[in-house]
């Protein structure tokens, strides 16, 4: 099981960090991953991380602004957004599948097709 939450009306320029907590399985058998979905558009892979070894992937449009993060311990993957711009906008979900053998953009591109568990959206808007 997946929650996401940390969302919430922000100037552009500004910060939030959004948390996914999971719980029900073995963290570190598991890619948790970040996704967007902005109203009219496709949904989007923002972000990912491997909870054993902790690589991690950015899309092109975030990269330098967000970091993902893990803790272990807690069972709790952050997302922290900067600088962010109104295109930033949008319903963010957290994602989790297993591991295996597979990179971070696999498991990102598995993720994206709908596959892995996936927990409810908390809404970032961003305004100008």
């Known amino acids: 099981q997946l929650q996401a939450f940390g969302g919430g009306l922000v100037q552009a320029g500004g910060s939030l960090r959004l948390s996914c907590a999971a719980s029900?399985?073995?963290?570190?058998?598991?890619?948790i991953g970040w996704f967007r979905q902005a109203p009219g558009k496709e949904r989007e892979g923002v972000s990912c991380i491997r909870n054993n070894d902790g690589n991690t992937y950015y899309a092109d449009s975030v990269k330098g602004r967000f970091t993902i993060s893990s803790d272990n311990a807690k069972n709790i993957v952050y997302l922290q957004m900067n600088s962010l711009k109104p295109e930033d906008t949008a319903v963010y979900y957290c994602?989790?599948?297993?591991?295996?053998?597979?990179?971070?953009?696999?498991?990102?591109?598995?993720?994206?097709?709908?596959?892995?568990?996936w927990g409810q959206g908390t809404l970032v808007t961003v305004s100008s």
């Open positions: 994602a989790a599948l297993r591991r295996l053998f597979r990179t971070t953009t696999q498991a990102m591109d598995l993720m994206n097709k709908g596959f892995g568990s």
């Open positions: 029900g399985f073995t963290f570190d058998d598991y890619v």
